[in-house]
Nanobody, 125 residues
Framework: VQLQASGGGLVQSGGSLRLSCAAS????????MSWFRQAPGREREFVAG????????AYADSVKGRFTFSRGNGKNMVYLQMDSLTPEDTAVYYC???????????????????WGQGTQVTVSS
């Protein structure tokens, strides 16, 4: 599975961005696709994701009500609509996928085998 993330950029506080992640390869095997982010000096953290087997969407508490995870047809595209952005959202955002993880491990970045290259999101105050 190959992942390609796009859509990052520079935006003012309160603004919006939409990230996209295109998946290719053996996408039918995917159990989950998620977005993670990593700010300088901080550990990579879960943002939002979808677990196909349970039909379940999850969000980090810090983004609930502001970010929306969505999917295209099949398992080839996922999106992250980010609204009401704050400087604390500044990070490199990664899309990730895995074909084996269990639902309870969905928020653990160490459980994902496939990663996109990351896209920078910078929110100015």
């Amino acid at each position: 599975v190959q992942l390609q993330a796009s859509g990052g950029g520079l935006v003012q506080s309160g603004g919006s961005l939409r990230l996209s992640c295109a998946a290719s390869g053996h996408t039918s095997s995917i159990y989950a696709m998620s977005w993670f982010r990593q700010a300088p000096g901080r550990e990579r953290e879960f943002v939002a994701g979808f677990y196909w087997r349970a039909g379940s969407t999850a969000y980090a508490d810090s983004v609930k009500g502001r970010f929306t995870f969505s999917r295209g047809n099949g398992k080839n595209m996922v999106y992250l609509q980010m609204d009401s952005l704050t400087p604390e959202d500044t990070a490199v955002y990664y899309c990730a996928a895995d074909a084996n993880l269990i639902l309870s491990s969905m928020k653990d970045f160490r459980q994902y085998d496939y990663w996109g290259q990351g896209t920078q999101v910078t929110v100015s105050s």
